[in-house]
């Protein structure tokens, strides 16, 4: 039988939102599907269902489901566990990397992150209530905003200078979403500093 691997992007579902800083979690994982989409020497199959619209194919003896919660993102864990439930995963720690945006991070950098707390990220949060702290983490930097008004700010769109620098470092992401099916999440946090261009 395959391995598991579940990617699962954060984000609001909608055209509105999606230029949103809070929807750096769909941007990389839509553009990582995209990727192999276009490589055609894999099947890759669309389905919607337990609240999500989900990709998954095979590689590397590895069965990959990417998975956009469309619950909108407080309710993100909800559509999360219904997707575990399906698959009978019943320990998410060594099956589940949940891509999401950080202010904590500068925006054009990233961090691979394995359990912790909720980093004030309703998504985050909302997968945590459900599933507990242990899974793996893409933060995907926006930066912070100077006035503080976080909430406003997750919900605007990207400047274009910043979706320029978000754009540029979308293929470093998917080549490390790849490396974790080739050599799973430890080894590949362990091997950050290869992806990271100097």
């Given at each position: 039988m395959n391995n598991l691997l579940f990617f699962v992007g954060l984000g609001n579902p909608g055209k509105k939102y999606q230029r949103n800083r809070h929807n750096a979690g769909f941007i990389v994982l839509d553009y990582f599907v995209n990727?192999?989409?276009?490589?055609?020497?894999?099947?890759?199959?669309?389905?919607?269902?337990?609240?999500?619209?989900?990709?998954?194919?095979?590689?590397?003896?590895?069965?990959?489901?990417?998975?956009?919660?469309?619950?909108?993102?407080?309710?993100?864990?909800?559509a999360v566990k219904q997707v575990l439930d399906y698959y009978k995963v019943s320990d998410a720690s060594k099956n589940l990397v949940v891509i999401h945006d950080d202010m904590d991070i500068p925006l054009g950098s990233f961090k691979?992150?394995?359990?912790?707390?909720?980093?004030?990220?309703?998504?985050?949060?909302?997968?945590?209530?459900?599933?507990?702290?242990?899974?793996?983490?893409?933060?995907?930097?926006?930066?912070?905003?100077?006035?503080?008004?976080?909430?406003?700010?997750?919900?605007?769109?990207?400047?274009?200078e910043e979706w320029i620098r978000l754009n540029d470092i979308l293929p470093t992401l998917s080549s490390i979403l790849n490396n974790i099916i080739r050599e799973g999440f430890e080894m590949t946090m362990s091997k950050i500093g290869i992806f990271i261009k100097k």
């Open positions: 990727e192999i989409y276009k490589s055609k020497s894999i099947d890759i199959k669309q389905d919607f269902k337990f609240n999500s619209l989900i990709y998954t194919f095979k590689r590397e003896n590895t069965d990959v489901i990417c998975v956009f919660p469309l619950t909108f993102m407080n309710l993100s864990g909800n691979l992150k394995f359990d912790g707390g909720d980093g004030g990220h309703n998504g985050v949060k909302s997968i945590i209530n459900y599933l507990g702290k242990d899974f793996g983490r893409l933060r995907v930097g926006i930066s912070k905003p100077i006035d503080k008004n976080y909430k406003e700010y997750v919900l605007q769109d990207f400047l274009n």
